[in-house]
């Protein structure tokens, strides 16, 4: 039997245009443009919008709003809105905010986590303690986010054991589950095997995600690298916003248009409208004044011009 009939029937997409794709934009973008993003997201099905990131504004002045972006959004059933938290003062926020995950975020490199939080490894896992505590009294649930898990801009190559090392770190926090992003996008198919192998030692498979950064053209690929080993769950930034303020260079996330095609062209349920998918990048260019990043986006919106033309 082909790998391919053997990969997860349902895979979870996590959109994080909002948060991770608008953290990255130098352009003002208003509050209301904000607003209906995440709205047009959650209409389109996703079950996690990560809307917001309750850190420092001076670290990162985008997502300064994040409170009033919480407060206007006409919230669904049935969708989690998730947010950045790096301390007890974000998590004080993210909690009155009405957030129902929180994210705590760390790196496998420790150049990077002086660059991003402004601490060591272990001086994060310590000041996301009393956060992990916090959610876990207030009943959000808590998702841990491992950057430079394939390779980072300071320090180079990353081994998989110092990734599954902080893996191992976030779950005795208590984070239901655990993120393995490539900040910047260098990993490639067998890179990422290695890294979720070594990870699932340490935590299931099915608690684990990929959260991978377009930056060399493998994102793709490399989801369907993690898919084949049962990894059932994906980050990705409607129309391929974004980047990330400390990895110079790093483009944004994998675009959701192109993953999503690949995943209902695999025959895989996503519970999420690709078409609405397709009508929020187009929205969040125009406001960007810019085109789409995501060849899917585009593609199918030039199907859809010529088709109405006849
Ligand atoms: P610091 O400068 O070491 O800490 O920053 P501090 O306690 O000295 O605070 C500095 C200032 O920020 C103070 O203000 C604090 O009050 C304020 P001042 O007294 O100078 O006026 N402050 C806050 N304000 C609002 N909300 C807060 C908060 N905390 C402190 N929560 C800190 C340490 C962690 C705060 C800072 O480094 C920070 O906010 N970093 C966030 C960086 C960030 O958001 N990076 C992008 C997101 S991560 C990412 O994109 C990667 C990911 O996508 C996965 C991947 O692809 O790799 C998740
Ligand atoms: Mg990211």
Redesign the pocket.
């Known amino acids: 039997m082909s790998t391919l009939q053997q990969l997860p029937r349902h895979v979870d997409v996590v959109e994080v245009g909002p948060r991770?794709g608008l953290?990255n934009e130098a352009a003002a973008i208003t509050l209301e443009t904000k607003v209906e993003l995440v709205e047009r997201l959650a209409a389109a099905g996703f079950a996690n919008v990560e809307a917001a990131?309750?850190?420092?504004?001076?670290?990162?002045p985008q997502m300064a709003d994040s409170a009033e972006v919480m407060a206007r959004i006409a919230r669904r059933p049935g969708t989690t809105y998730s947010a950045?938290v790096?301390?007890v003062?974000?998590m004080e926020?993210a909690l009155a905010a009405g957030v129902g995950e929180v994210v705590v975020?760390s790196a496998a490199s420790e150049a990077f986590a002086q660059r991003?939080?402004?601490c060591s490894i272990a001086e994060s896992i310590a000041r996301f303690e009393p956060v992990a505590a916090m959610a876990r009294d207030a009943g959000v649930r808590l998702r841990g986010?491992i950057?430079?898990a394939l390779g980072c801009p300071y320090q180079g190559a990353v081994a998989p054991a110092a990734v599954a090392d902080v893996v191992r770190r976030m779950a005795d926090l208590g984070c239901d589950d655990v993120?393995i992003?490539d900040?910047i996008g260098v990993g490639t198919p067998g890179a990422v095997q290695a890294v979720f192998e070594a990870c699932a030692r340490v935590l299931p498979m099915q608690r684990l995600a990929g959260?991978f950064?377009d930056t060399y053209g493998q994102a793709l690929a490399n989801v369907l690298a993690a898919l084949e080993l049962g990894v059932a769950s994906f980050h990705a930034s409607v129309a391929g916003l974004g980047g990330?303020?400390?990895a110079k260079g790093a483009t944004g996330n994998v675009a959701t248009e192109d993953l999503l095609y690949m995943l209902h062209g695999l025959g895989l349920h996503t519970g999420v409208d690709l078409d609405a998918v397709v009508d929020a990048g187009t929205f969040i260019s125009a406001a960007l004044g810019r085109a789409s990043h995501s060849r899917a986006g585009r593609a199918l919106q030039l199907h859809r011009a010529e088709t109405a033309r006849g």
């Open positions: 991770d953290q990131a309750f850190v420092s504004p001076k670290w990162v950045l790096p301390n003062r974000g926020a975020f991003n939080i402004n986010s950057s430079c993120d992003a900040t959260h950064h990330c303020p400390y």
